[in-house]
């Protein structure tokens, strides 16, 4: 089945210390997007690629990187992570093309804790 | 610019009983409106989604909602609520592909 694969499903790192979660589909979807959620609330849209291009959220902090080396696959690098940056982390994809309306296909999430 | 509310922060129902929750929006083009449902330390599954083709729209697992343009409402029902519906559940506006925009939520609770 068609899918969007995150790895590792749950990430433990120590405060201060580089971190990447992935992200990896089988869809052919031209735009992947990576959201943080913390607990009971919403998933925040971090930024999101459209094939190569990258868009950036306002208000994303420059601690948060993301690299898409190919269509398949989509990175988070978190550079030195604090307390707060411990929350679950979504990735999603979806397309452009005509008639999709934007719909967006979620992956399972990778829970990450920074101790 | 574009907006989502959902009324009501958490909602809970008796098994059997019918479930209502509520998302209302905002948008200047013609939105396309989706209801997700998130199961604890799960990602997100589509329940349904309105797209301008029927004003009633069926989604997985029983549920389906009604777009009413008049009352700018997307609202999320099911006759008959089961225990494995309790989950958080996200109504979602986007009328730009790079504007998406979540509400906060709705946390169902069903009672036994």
């Known amino acids: 089945d068609a899918m969007v694969i995150q790895n590792p499903r749950y990430q433990v790192t120590q405060f201060g210390k580089p971190v990447t979660l992935s992200c990896s589909q089988t869809?052919?979807?031209?735009?992947m997007y990576w959201y943080q959620q913390k607990s009971s609330q919403a998933p925040k849209l971090l930024f999101h690629y459209y094939d190569k291009d990258f868009n950036n959220e306002a208000d994303t902090p420059d601690n948060f990187q993301s690299r898409r080396p190919n269509t398949s696959f989509c990175f988070l690098d978190i550079r030195s992570p604090g307390l707060g940056d411990a929350a679950m982390y979504l990735c999603?994809?979806?397309?452009?093309?005509?008639?999709?309306?934007?719909?967006?296909?979620f992956g399972p999430g990778t829970r990450l804790t920074v101790l | 610019a574009q907006s989502v509310t959902q009324l009501d922060s958490h909602v809970s129902v008796s098994e059997g009983t019918p479930v209502l929750l509520r998302c209302n929006y905002s948008s200047s083009y013609s939105p396309s409106l989706f209801w997700y449902v998130q199961h604890p330390n799960k990602g997100l599954q589509l329940l349904l989604k309105y797209t301008s083709a029927a004003t009633l729209v069926k989604g997985i697992n029983g549920f389906e909602a009604e777009f009413k343009k008049s009352e700018t409402s997307f609202h999320l029902t099911k006759p008959s609520a089961h225990m494995s519906d309790a989950a958080e559940y996200f109504c979602?506006?986007?009328?730009?592909?790079?504007?998406?925009?979540f509400g906060k939520g709705t946390r169902l609770h069903i009672l036994p």
């Open positions: 869809l052919n979807h031209n735009v």
């Open positions: 979602v506006v986007s009328d730009r592909y790079d504007k998406i925009i």
């Open positions: 999603a994809t979806s397309t452009r093309d005509p008639g999709s309306y934007n719909e967006q296909f």
